[in-house]
């Protein structure tokens, strides 16, 4: 099975040969590397910028709107705080200039913790993210949806963020990609740069199917009884773990939400599924004062106040100048599996 | 509407007006300057618009008229990357009259009208936005439009042809990253893109002098380093205007190469209307200046002048008139051209709508 | 009574003369114009900047590290989005750093909509506030208010920002800042610059005296019984007018507290408050999805939700790209008096 | 701790190591040998750390150490404005330990022990903060340092004094507006502020060769426009470098103005231990040609070299064994240093503890 990183890679190659896509840029995205991530190896429209995401934010906006098909890399969203003037012009200038300018921009960027990254690496972008009006922004947390929601990113004609879990680039799904080979060992050989000099190395692509996951659906990744748990990102697989543990040992069952769209969200499913267990607790690992959990639960306030059986809740990243380096810190900042079983296990066990 | 051109005057075909070692046919001299009057006009009638409430706040480039109706009139006008990008800030509406835009297109969006073909009665004065013409939607933040534009020259780079694109701002807002970024972007070894680095120097940011600010002594020395050829115009002179404009969009075409380009320019109604947008007596007025080298010339009598001045008051008026009787946006209104249409959204296929329902 | 923009004036010189604040600049803060809306004029140490936010943030963050005590202006929030990065490292630096450097910088900047401000001068920026761990970030809706908060914001060794609702800052409020004389028109022409040539122009500052209000500490403006009504800025006055008319009209009484302090914010009057009436409602300007009132409202259902009689609610500016110009977008878009004294009586009126 | 002079050679108290036409004694030039040694034997300690697991994430400035050294030993070092103000970047390690930092600072940095005072275990290696020394935090963001020189030096030009503001970065960053900015704020006319603008320049930004991306020729060519002096010195020779330091240093003491010094380094272990900080082969190394020179004039033989290399590793290992002995920050740490104590806070008077409580 393809990682997550391999799936983007395979989105953009099937974005260049069959969606229109122009350029693929940013630091270091271009040859020898091919992304930090080597998301972006052996990509035909693929090419570095100077170090400037500035620069790399308007240039995407400037090939839009003459017509290009851009698809932008910000090295990592811990590098992206100096562009949000921009990110808010390209989300306002079609309603600001009434219609006449669509802005089909792709800007992705890895997000979150979880890869020992200190202050830099470890930062949350979806609650930022979500505050840009005229952005639609998806967060996969499998290969196959990276790949279904890099192409929906791709064929709509607003800017859409693809937010990218650090934590989990290198991580295989278990559902092929349409047209992947089968054997993962065949799929490297295609499609990774080798080590060392890649000066005449050239992907072989295999003959991918499009796959387009629509923007605003939510995945119900595992569906139960005593509580709904809506999540993305890092810790959406911990909330799947701790939800098959804690049926295993208690018999417990949830309505496991992988959100995948952050904006628009999938306001449905989470609706249904409340109806349903009258249970909610929302996870992810942004810092918790003023967080895009906060806006889903006074969506829920909002519309079920008088549905809910017991509480609702968040179980968020902490109000902290930033995750430290010696992973006591990040233990400590953001939910991890014994934080999410045990908000899962409370949740469901209280007394209604 | 009336037409460009003169009709008071039987013109030598051949007559030049000169400024320096350059000079214009007379007729393409008039033409200038009754669009520049024509800018004029609309501007200062917008500036009452915003003394008696008929609109708020106002904007705009009185004093910069000589050098933007030279720039409009030269623009390679029309839509895609064969054709020129515009990058304006919001004091460019002379180059959009030379354009040949209607002055009701300006004033309506001063009057906030939902048939604001440019903003919906959203933004303020001079935020164009004409997809027709590739001017790209005008936004107060400063300087941003010097980051998008190697963006649209990229693309016009790959596309081939003599498309270019222009992107305007004032002095100070050079003191501002996104310049230098343009800089940066726009002479890439091997990836030198077609892009017109306009500033136009009023000296001034708001109450701020720019030599209070700033050790350039011209800004075009910014792009030595990066082997950005430049040069600084009179902006007050349309001849020498016409003429730098046309040198840089000519290097700029052919050898699809960045150059820059400094006006310095009048500023004559202050800042803004914040600033109370009060004649200022101590610059030069590239109009006045221009018609009393018409007049000099003989190509012009003050009748004429004053004739023309009076017809583009009309003009403005009239344009006031019909604006005030459209129709103005509704709640209805708040959300429209948020999102483009989206086969591949769930939740908003045709546009925004409000928070995602059930 | 001296207007908002007077008492930070006042406020400024106080910190000049008293407080060791060594340098007030950002664009058209010094002479001659004084800030855009005079907040600056005849400071002692007031000063004009190259038109550069990132500048100017990085101004302020020097000088605080060399033993000076800035106060740096951005002219409107709406154009500080292009410093966030900046802002983030002015809060994490101190914990980053181990505590080897405070960071006592103040930053002023006027927010809100109310001024026919269009997109750019219409911004609200509370929410990218809130999420700036490290910073702490007051806004007054009273010129004794600002007076008091802008002399913590300076004596306070962290960061600190001042957010100045736009829409008041003319407004006169009904106490005397301490030292401030009787008569307003005294007061003017003591302290405002004449219009036309300055040149020679100087003010002649009143004796004021100290007057700090803690951060973290909301203030009670109006006592009542039916609901709790938490604001600040710009909503604030039309809660206690849209109070006042409730209370006349069908004699419902509200706690409206001004929350002032965003962030530390008083949790213990908000529990207080709550404890008493068993309903709240939260108001504000800002675009509702992940608000800042929102985070208030997770905080409220965490630890008050067998509490409360009635759904809390929040009410906030649509998830909008902008504010139009026409003022029938700012009246469909940002919360309004019929707005806010509907939502009230709603919330005083809902069967528990 | 061994100490920086070298005990096994009798100098010739004025003899001189020469380079070009500049030269500097022997004995200094042997006490910059042994820091660079040194500098190194911390950087290489660390990289295997990254490998061990004793540390993780490795970045540091090997192939620096010549430029560095010669930088840190001419810091005037002390707290307040009537020093230097040090904006380091990732790299300078070896500027610390020239100017006096025991190698177990930088160690604990790596091992993450709470007994780390620049960052209680926090950050990546090589991100000083020294408040003693005016060692400002070094942050991860690019750049960034660039536009808070100006406010340091800013206080210094106040202040009096011949204290100086240095700011050091990377070649690739000064794409980043904060480049221009710092170029900007600091050459304002009647304002001009004390700083060295130093450039690291490896011609590489992780992996994009600089020619690919920029078109300035020198980095400091940009400065001119603005009138800011500078120069360009070979950063892997010492002798060289220092005296390019000197006299740089020396005009912004006496001048308090601008000054932009680049220096062109090697990067020897590729960009950080995520691109495997394997050894680069077609790079020069500083301190190999500075032994060869140093070995050339007889001032020093291998043995001796050898030895402080050994004694350097030692150094290191013993400083590596000490630190893993220390103890790790805990879950009361994760808060701690966000606030600083303020009397007029009513709920965090002495440091963030978490939300609000009632
Ligand atoms: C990023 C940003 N900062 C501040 C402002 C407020 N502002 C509007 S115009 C202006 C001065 C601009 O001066 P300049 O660039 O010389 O243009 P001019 O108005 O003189 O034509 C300022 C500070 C803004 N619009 N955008
Ligand atoms: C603002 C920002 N963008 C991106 C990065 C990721 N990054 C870290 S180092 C680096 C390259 C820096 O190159 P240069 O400035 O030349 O310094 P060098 O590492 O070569 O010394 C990049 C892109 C970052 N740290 N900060
Ligand atoms: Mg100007
Ligand atoms: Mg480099």
Chains 1, 3 share one sequence.
Request: charge should be negative; charged fraction near 25%; hydrophobic fraction near 40%.
């Amino acid at each position: 099975m393809a990682t997550l990183v391999q799936a983007v890679r395979m989105a953009l190659h099937y974005g260049e040969e069959h969606l229109g896509v122009t350029d693929i840029f940013g630091e270091d995205v271009g040859p020898p590397l091919g992304g930090v991530f080597t998301a972006t190896q052996g990509l035909r429209t693929a090419w570095n910028t100077p170090l400037d995401e500035r620069g790399i934010v308007g240039m995407a906006m400037g090939i839009a709107y003459a017509g290009g098909k851009p698809v932008a890399e910000i090295q990592f969203c811990d590098y992206g705080f100096n562009t949000i003037d921009l990110l808010k012009v390209a989300g306002n200038q079609r309603w600001a200039g009434a219609g006449n300018f669509a802005m089909p921009i792709v800007l992705m960027t890895p997000s979150g913790s979880g890869i020992r990254g200190s202050l830099y690496h470890s930062h949350s972008f979806e609650s930022w993210a979500a505050r840009l009006a005229g952005w639609k922004i998806v967060m996969p947390s499998t290969p196959l949806d990276a790949y279904g929601l890099m192409l929906s990113a791709i064929e709509d004609p607003n800017p859409v963020m693809v937010l990218l879990p650090k934590a989990l680039l290198r991580v295989r799904g278990d559902k092929l990609i349409p047209g992947e080979p089968e054997d993962e060992q065949t799929l490297k050989e295609m499609i990774d740069a080798p080590v060392g000099d890649r000066t005449h190395w050239k992907p072989r692509w295999p003959k991918l199917e499009p796959y387009f996951i629509p923007l605003g659906v939510a995945s119900l990744v595992r569906e139960g009884q005593n509580a709904t748990v809506v999540s993305y990102g890092r810790t959406l697989p911990l909330c799947v773990q701790a939800a098959d543990q804690l049926t295993e040992e208690f018999g417990y069952t949830f309505d496991v939400l992988d959100l995948r769209s952050i904006f628009p969200y999938d306001w449905k499913a989470i609706s249904r599924s409340i109806l349903k267990t009258g249970r909610i607790l929302i996870i992810n690992e942004d810092t918790e004062v003023t967080n895009f959990g906060e806006h889903l639960l006074r969506r829920v306030i909002d519309h079920h106040f008088y549905d809910l059986l017991v509480r609702p809740r968040a179980l968020m990243g902490k109000h902290n100048p930033g995750i430290g380096l010696n992973q006591e810190y990040e233990r400590n900042t953001v939910p991890q599996l014994p934080h999410i079983k045990q908000a899962m296990r409370e949740i469901a066990e209280e007394e209604a | 509407m009336p037409s460009d051109r003169n009709p008071g005057h039987a013109l030598l075909a051949d007559a030049q007006i000169r400024s320096g070692k350059e000079s214009l046919p007379a007729d393409l001299c008039l033409r200038i300057h009754r669009l520049m009057v024509r800018s004029r006009a609309m501007e200062e009638r917008m500036i009452k618009m915003s003394k008696s409430g008929e609109g708020y706040f106002w904007i705009g480039g009185p004093g910069e008229e000589a050098f933007n109706t030279c720039l409009g009139l030269q623009v390679k006008k029309g839509e895609g990357p064969a054709y020129d990008y515009l990058h304006f800030h919001y004091r460019n509406s002379a180059a959009m009259i030379a354009m040949g835009m209607p002055m009701i297109e300006g004033i309506r969006q001063m009057a906030m009208t939902v048939t604001d073909t440019h903003s919906l009665g959203r933004n303020f004065a001079g935020h164009y936005a004409k997809k027709e013409w590739n001017v790209v939607p005008v936004t107060s933040v400063i300087e941003v439009q010097y980051v998008m534009a190697p963006g649209t020259a990229h693309v016009q780079k790959r596309y081939g042809g003599d498309g270019i694109t222009i992107v305007c701002g004032g002095d100070a807002g050079t003191a501002e990253g996104d310049f230098a970024s343009c800089l940066i972007w726009s002479s890439r070894p091997g990836h030198e893109l077609p892009v017109l680095i306009v500033i136009e120097n009023n000296r001034w940011g708001i109450s701020t002098p720019a030599e209070s600010v700033h050790a350039e002594k011209h800004i075009i020395d910014r792009g030595k380093a990066f082997g950005i050829e430049g040069e600084v115009v009179d902006g007050n002179d349309p001849i020498a205007s016409w003429h730098a404009i046309r040198r840089a969009m000519e290097y700029c075409r052919t050898k699809r190469r960045p150059f820059m380009l400094e006006a310095m320019v009048s500023r004559l109604y202050g800042h803004s209307s914040s600033s109370g947008a009060l004649r200022v007596k101590d610059e030069p007025c590239c109009i006045e200046l221009f018609e009393k080298k018409l007049l000099g010339e003989g190509v012009i009598d003050q009748e004429t002048i004053d004739q023309i001045h009076e017809q583009a008051r009309a003009e403005a008026d009239e344009a006031l008139e019909q604006a005030m009787n459209e129709p103005r946006p509704t709640a209805a209104d708040v959300y429209r051209y948020t999102y483009a249409p989206s086969r591949v959204d769930a939740v908003y296929p045709d546009d925004y709508t409000g928070l995602p329902e059930a």
